[in-house]
């Protein structure tokens, strides 16, 4: 009988690894907070200040940027601006936010330290997106209906360069160790590569269909393309200005962030209504976050660890927390309860008893 039950002592452990290894693996990553922000529709860009710990977004259908606190997820401000404002990037440098007005031909200049507007300044046909170059203290705006790039001197608050480029820019990028913006287009299915020593295109990229965002990634020398239209991320190496991978994700890919703390790209699935996790050590989706509904903008809050998420038609902000849990691996490690797993525990159940009572003591 000792034997019968040492044996079955055996099995037990066996079928429990066995358990384990079909459960379900999830997630820490969760929604922390839902903030309001009064007015419904037309959220649009955001940008994180480092320096306040805030995030800006901007309201396209009220003509207004809201000013966000990253330590009570309270709105701290309200700043009007001009029509229809879309893009939106920090400034470092100076402090301030640049915000592309789509319906104002021209970009706002609001300071973060009284939330005001300092300075409006005309640039080409609905601008759509901005960049700012923190090496030349220039701010990129691609303007949508002229096909140019204008080039603003952050010290006068000028336009100094205007730039040709491709059908439909909408969005752009950064990228701090070549020194070169890169535009997509919307029109032509291309990314152009500008360099910021002569504002000159050096290079043009053919990616997938509709390309809407773009992100730097400062660890890799790569920059992120997420493709509306194709479902698809595509990825340059900007040694090469060549395509080094492309990456399947949720329908509807139209925005990114970084995150150069855990080295993960971030997907707003604007169709799938989710948020694809991409790890840039082996370019593979790590995770996916489910929404309720349909993600637009997005931005990452390095100091803490945040991601902040708008909608295009609701009033909500999401803060998204706790990606570090998947940074590690791209086999995550946090099982949770699934039928098979129940399978497994029954079977263990059942085998337990069959072999401690298929002999009766003498």
Known sequence: MKHIKKIASVLIVLIVILALSTATVVHAVEVVATISLRLSGGYYGLAYDSRLGEIFVANGDYDLVYVISDSTHKVVATIPVGRVPYGVVYDSGKGEIFVANHGA???????????????????????????????????????????????????????IANIIVGSQPCALAYDSGKGEIFVGHAGSNQVAVISDSTNAIVANITVENQPLSLVYDSGKGEIFVANYNSSIVSIISDNTNL???????????????YDSGNSQIYVTNYNSKSVSVISDSNNTVISTLPLQKQPQGLAYDSGK?????????????SVISNFSDISASPNPTVPEINDAFILVVLVTVVTFCAITFSKKPR
């Open 243 to 257: 395509i080094v991978a492309t990456v399947d994700v949720g329908n509807g890919p139209n925005g990114l962030a």
């Open 305 to 317: 660890g945040e991601l902040f998420v708008t909608y295009s038609e609701s009033n909500e902000v």
């Open 105 to 159: 031909d021209s970009v706002s200049v609001i300071s973060d330290t009284n939330n005001t507007v300092v300075a409006n300044i005309k640039v080409g046909s609905a601008p759509s997106a901005v960049a700012y170059d923190s090496t030349k203290g220039e701010v990129f705006v691609a303007n949508y209906n002229s096909s140019s790039v204008s080039v603003i001197s952050d010290t006068t608050h000028t336009v």
